[in-house]
């Protein structure tokens, strides 16, 4: 894990979002190499989705900077969009595209032309069992069904960075296991992937790399083994988890 | 733990809170408390349509109250007039009535000599012009009211007087004591009201059910909800039915007034009539809902999703026809022939029909029998509705999951590889378009409905359309402005929930909604086009068609900007309830601004026009000044834009500054001070208010160093401060020469003559006066205001989006457009010398000084 290089792919610096009173995220700081399987660990409420949202150019940050491949991710958008693929937690599509509709539609609007879009989107389509239903319009699907046709419109353009919020969440066994194998192949082939999830078995499964997030502040960054060791009294990232999260929250409200 | 069975009351109390919850909701001003917590937590952005739906409330009762009482007037007058007793041929006005009751009355030498003197040539004219609008009864029922010759009505008059009396005549008195008098034939007139009611019945079943935003409309049933809980199906459709009875408002709007004036001038005591009136309509919204609930679950049961939107859209247009006929009915000058027609023909028990039941006992007084037929008909039928209901989904509320329903197996290879005209966002909008039925009739089949509609029903406006290229350019534009408002205004409503897609594409938010607003702005213009077409065919050419053309396609443009740019800033993405997502009073404000160029259209002085298209231009450029500022924060929960000096405000603040000085001085008019004074007055407080709020909204709004920004503070050093006061003292003298040189060519060649004078005698009234009070004007107050909103907030609102150049020839031209057409081009050098000065200085004090010697000398002189 230590042969890849070192390259600075997404650096974000202090980044904080403050709704009113209330701090979603605050101060947050670290750094994805090209390469790595980031995992962003929180329980709900840490602020992963408002993070990512961030990194999206969705959302404009409160104080703070994300760059992706040095491109500021909120005044750039743009061009950042090029590198990365997007799959929100809960993805919404339009009342009256069917599924296979919505493919061409991000295709073209990523600038692909048909035959690109057939090519790239068919190998998906097969391993994420879409291809029933893509005549049906993508507002009648499963939570699961929408997911994976998100999956897919994020996977079109070949992305370098893919950021994946709660990749599995409402997918069942098969999918699942699809989506993980589609993710470590991607690994494998130098994309990098960050996603976010409270799984902790997938995060450890999957990454290579670990964020613990708690109420909005970073508890934690480095890879599985270097969390591991940081003190001998944690044998398990479940362990690691719950000991940071909760002493955080007693932290706080005392 | 076994819970019980919830009973129906129960139920019903709990649904009924969250159902009054939901609506209160709906008028957020009493949301206040829920909204600051939401503020806090940033749940959701805060919307302001609250204050407006109440208002609007307000507004529509009262207006559908005075359109009942109007409809009864009119009715009723126009019923008397036609079928007052038959052995009265001439129905009289009050005027010629009198003078004949007199003649009878006292039967004396004076009043003779009157009554034969009318009948003198000279006087005879009067009375005839008077009969010539009184038909006689037999006229009418050929079909034909001929007037007849003047002998013939003479010696008719003289016969009747002669061997009747008075009583041989009927007269009607003036329109709006009619009422108190039912018509003589009330029954026709209760038979025209069923009809009415029947129709209106018809409108409001369609209309609930093409509701877009009701049950039928959206994705999920909540009715699939309320079955997950542990309560008898019969109760929760009695629940719904309760539910559609109180909370449909266009119900309410109809039948509350439309029965409420009928008890009224029945001469019950008004809260007796509302009582009453609203036990009607509670009536007729429980027959009403208790069918469209049954209408709901069957089409919910047995038709696909996708075709239920096509069958709204049908419902829609079948909705729109009986709704306007009820507003056509209620509005017209006559009771319509054909309606009194079927009106006489119809036998008076149709009155018994459920729909037209109150009517009928009120026609024949509280009756038992009565009564209890009603009674018996406002349990049966909801009771009938709710077992056919509870029958249809005794097989399970939903035939299937809906995920594979309606799938229509195309083959994937074959819409991936299918080609098509259009990419991206455009195919994605015709698509929609396309597919959503009721926005497609919304957009192109409404407009044609509504010209169609008043083109059948007032004859005379076909006519009147042809006989200019005016009105037809007119026409053109109103249609093209009005589709807009589905096109144009909802390009981002359009997306929906669905935003977030278009944030992970490599492309600009602005381009692709610039990209969709030209292509709804070709849609819409669609109509327009031909119809100024036909216009060309119909109209013999001439030049001025052309311009006219070029003209309303410019502007239809510069609209569909307008347009697009408001319909932006007044979505809100995040909210997640469709009706809400839009602020309706946006679009208010945009209908406004089409009837304002309209009127210009319609005047026809080109310069007018030239003058309004670029207000609207400066409109359009404000309007998406302001998108530019909000683009990025869309999706932001509750973090704006950053407020910036932009030209909304500054456009906004220059109307207001002029408004209320017109205003003001209207106020003080009251004083005693010299008209003068008064002027003065005026235009010191309004300049004093619109300033001084300008600089409170900019603090509120968190702009930081204001003072610095506006030009009134400067932070350069003094030596390079003197410098620029001396240069503009320079270039003051310079403009002020140019100016009085200019005055002097226009004296001399004789242009702008009119104006001039109109301009002298004007200003000749406010300002005869001291010449003190005229320095303080031109030369101190007026300088330092219009050089703060034109330069310190309109240019800058300007150079913040556009070049140098563009915005000193920008600022400029609206300068001089507020001032006199006379002085229009040494006020629009003015206008650049000073922007010119304020670039170069960010300072307000060396634009003073050039205006304070423009004006000084300009006024000397």
Known sequence: ?254 | MKTKNMGFYQTLVSYGKMSVKRWVNKFSVIQFRKKKEEERTGTRKKSKSGFFMIMMCVLMMFSAFSMCYRLLNVYSYDLNKRFIDKEKPYILNEYVYNLLKKYVAFDSKESKIEITKLFDRIAFNKLKDKLKNTPSYSDFLKGKVKIKSDKSITRNLWKILNTKGISGFAYVKRKMDSFRTFPINLKILFKLLGIISIIAFIALFFMALANKNDNLGQVEWTMEWLFSFPVPTKSLFMIKVLEYTFFSPLQWFIYFPFHTIIFLLLDFVWWHAGLLGFLSTVYLSVLLSSFRLVCEIWIRLNLPRSSIKNIQALFTIVGMFFLLSVFFLSNSHTIPIFLIEIAENLPFSFLFCPITFPLRLLFGGMDILLLLCIIAIFVLIPAICLMIAKKMVSKGLLKSTGVFQGSRNIETTKVLSRKTIFRGVISKDLKHLWRDKNHMVQTLVVPLIIVLYNIFITPDLMQNIISSFNTIALLAFAIGGYTFVFGCFQVLNIEQQSLWLLFTFPEGIKKILTKKIIMWAFIGMGYPIIILVGGFVLIPFSLSMVLKTVIVITSLFLYAFLAGGMGILATNPMETEATKRINSGESMGYFLLLAVFGGSLYLNNILNILVMMFLIFVLVFATWQKVDDNIPFLLDPINDAPSKIDLKTGMISVFLFFFLQQVLFLCYLGTSWSSQQQVIASYFTSGLLVILGLLYSLYRNKVKDIFKKTGLRSELPKKIKRTHIKNAFFAGIGVSVLGVAYLKIIDVSGFFVKERNMFMENSGKNLSGSFFWLLVLYVFLAPVFEEFLFRGIVFQGFRRSTGLKVSIACSAIVFALVHNVVAIIPVFLLGVVTAYFFEKTNWLIPSIIIHMIYNAVIISV
Do not use: W
């Open chain 1, 1 to 254: 894990m230590i042969e890849h290089s070192k390259e600075i792919l997404l650096k974000i610096s202090n980044l904080s979002k403050q709704y009113g009173d209330f701090h979603a995220v605050k101060d947050l700081s670290m750094e994805v190499y090209r390469g790595d399987v980031f995992t962003i660990l929180g329980p709900n409420g840490a602020g992963k989705t408002t993070t990512i949202r961030m990194l999206m150019g969705i959302l404009c940050p409160t104080s703070g900077t994300a760059e992706i491949n040095g491109l500021d991710c909120f005044s750039k958008r743009e061009e950042v969009m090029r590198l990365v693929g997007y799959l929100p937690d809960d993805p919404i599509f339009y009342d009256y595209l069917r599924g296979s509709e919505l493919i061409r539609f991000a295709g073209e609007m990523h600038g692909l032309s048909h035959e690109q879009i057939e090519e790239k989107s068919r190998p998906l389509i097969e391993r994420l069992d879409l291809g029933k239903v893509l005549g049906e319009f993508a507002t009648n699907y499963s939570k699961g069904m929408k997911k994976k046709l998100a999956l897919i419109l994020a996977l079109l353009h070949e992305p370098d960075l893919l950021i994946l919020d709660e990749p599995t969440n409402g997918l069942d066994p098969y999918a699942t296991r699809a989506v993980h194998e589609l993710m470590l192949e991607l690994a494998d082939a130098g994309k990098s992937i960050f996603f976010s999830t409270h799984l902790l078995d997938q995060a450890e499964k999957l990454c290579t790399r670990v964020g613990i997030v708690c109420k909005g502040k970073l508890a934690a960054v480095g890879t599985l083994d270097e969390l591991k060791n940081q003190s001998s009294k944690y044998n398990s990232l479940e362990d690691l988890f719950f000991s940071l999260t909760s002493e955080k929250t007693e932290n706080h409200e005392n």
